[in-house]
């Protein structure tokens, strides 16, 4: 069973930085693509950033520019860095991997449990 874990979150002042971490129990190259997902209060999940297995990356247009998505696959752990941060970046911060299985055709998502970030302004 896939295990994914999140750590890094917490509360930091408008402006200021944050690393988030997303350390898979298996070699990350195992997934297709990872992400990382963050929901706030009474909304939906939605797409922060992206990272294929072949490296390219994707980012939401509000975070693209502050926000960057790494990795090291000797740790088998997936960052986001997170830079000049905004009261409405607040929310819980979740890593999520992407597998697809050819023989027979088929695809998985794992999450994590996710890590609350606040922002105060």
């Known amino acids: 069973q896939v295990q994914l874990v999140e750590s890094g979150g917490g509360l930091v002042q408008a402006g200021g930085s944050l690393r988030l971490s997303c350390a898979a129990s298996?070699?990350?190259?195992?997934?297709?693509?990872m992400g990382w997902y963050r929901q706030a209060s009474g909304k939906q999940r939605d797409l922060v950033a992206v990272?294929?297995?072949?490296?390219?990356?994707n980012y939401a247009d509000s975070v693209q520019g502050r926000f960057t998505i790494s990795r090291d696959s000797a740790k088998n752990t997936v960052y986001l860095q997170m830079n000049s941060l905004k009261p409405e970046d607040t929310a819980v911060y979740y890593c999520?991997?992407?597998?697809?299985?050819?023989?027979?055709?088929?695809?998985?998502?794992?999450w994590g449990q996710g890590t609350q970030v606040t922002v105060s302004s």
């Open positions: 999520k991997a992407h597998m697809v299985i050819n023989t027979p055709l088929r695809s998985y998502d794992y």
């Open positions: 990272i294929t297995s072949g490296g390219s990356t």
């Open positions: 298996t070699n990350i190259f195992s997934f297709n693509a």
